[in-house]
């Protein structure tokens, strides 16, 4: 089974570091597997667009399993390889962990100075669907892959968890475990962007329940992406 790691990325300066740590991460814990860094031409930068190039240059290399990695999440190795071996067979997206840890500024300083993550000081999220998500390819297509309307900070987790659990028919497939996101400077989280992007989550929560309403929201997100990909040309 070939396993490609993408990461999305666009460089700033505190988040460099934790850049540098997650890659050194999934070197050690995927020692044959390639790791990717993507980014877009998105302005401001879009996460969910990074997420979606990533799968098709994973698939474009061969990739039966993508791991879907954020630039500050350092996942363990157990549930690592059991989220790879159930994308591979279940047809969902997999999830890493039952438990969400926010190192913050003092955990993160922790680890650094060597101090094992699961020793660090933390804050867990609840709740949380982020992070680091694996799945095959196909799987991905089949949840529409993600909403490049989000730009910037927010929502589009969540967003892909609603069109999960409405056209596979449950929540992404969550493995025990822990992962662990690294401090860096918060992206801004108000503004006129800030507020579609949760007023666009909204609309795909309420679609939770209705396959075909979810099947319309991504239809019209599919040609919104098609009229930019013109403009590109």
Not at 21 to 39: C, G, H, I, M
Not at 136 to 154: I, K, S, Y
Not at 176 to 196: C, D, I, M
């Amino acid at each position: 089974m070939r396993v490609v790691v993408a990461i999305p990325w666009r460089p700033q300066p505190d988040r460099v570091y934790a850049h540098g740590l997650t890659v050194a991460r999934y070197r050690e814990l995927l020692p044959n597997t390639e790791t990717l860094s993507v980014d877009t031409d998105h302005q401001p930068f879009c996460l969910a667009g990074c997420r979606n190039k990533g799968v098709r240059l994973a698939e474009d290399l061969g990739a039966d399993v993508v791991v879907i990695g954020d630039a500050d999440t350092l996942p363990e190795r157990e549930p690592l390889l059991a989220a790879i071996e159930g994308a591979a067979r279940n047809g969902k997206v997999n999830l890493p962990y039952t438990a969400y840890w926010s190192l913050r500024g003092d955990g993160t300083a922790q680890y650094r100075r060597g101090v094992p993550l699961h020793k660090c000081n933390h804050f867990e999220v609840p709740g949380a669907c982020s992070g680091v998500l694996v799945a095959t390819p196909a799987t991905w297509r089949a949840v529409g892959g993600q909403d490049e309307r989000f730009l910037g900070w927010g929502a589009e987790d969540a967003a892909f968890y609603s069109a999960h659990v409405a056209l596979l028919g449950s929540e992404p497939v969550r493995h025990p475990g822990r992962v662990y996101s690294l401090t860096h400077e918060s992206a801004t989280k108000e503004g006129p962007q800030y507020s579609a992007n949760f007023a666009l989550c909204f609309r795909y929560q309420q679609a939770q329940g209705d396959p075909d309403a979810m099947r319309a929201l991504i239809a019209e997100r599919e040609a919104v992406d098609a009229e930019r990909a013109v403009g590109r040309a």
